[in-house]
């Protein structure tokens, strides 16, 4: 059975809630405190997911 680990932390869901999220047909897990990381620092997981490109969007402000 694999181990279900936060991409960015590697906190396991024994530790922490974790979220359910594919990429290029894999499953990943991300925990919610590292979401926002995902959310608004994407180019932070590029080494993390290989192949992810983010969009040059530019940041929006709150």
Not at 8 to 35: M, R, V, W, Y
Not at 37 to 55: A, D, T
Request: glycine fraction near 4%.
């Amino acid at each position: 059975m694999t181990e279900n680990k936060c991409l960015n932390c590697n906190k396991t869901d024994e530790q922490t809630p974790l979220l359910s999220l594919t990429f290029k047909g894999e499953a990943q897990h991300i925990c919610a405190q590292c979401l926002p990381i995902l959310i608004h620092k994407p180019h932070m997981l590029v080494e993390k997911l290989p192949g992810f490109v983010p969009s040059a969007t530019p940041p929006h402000e709150h």
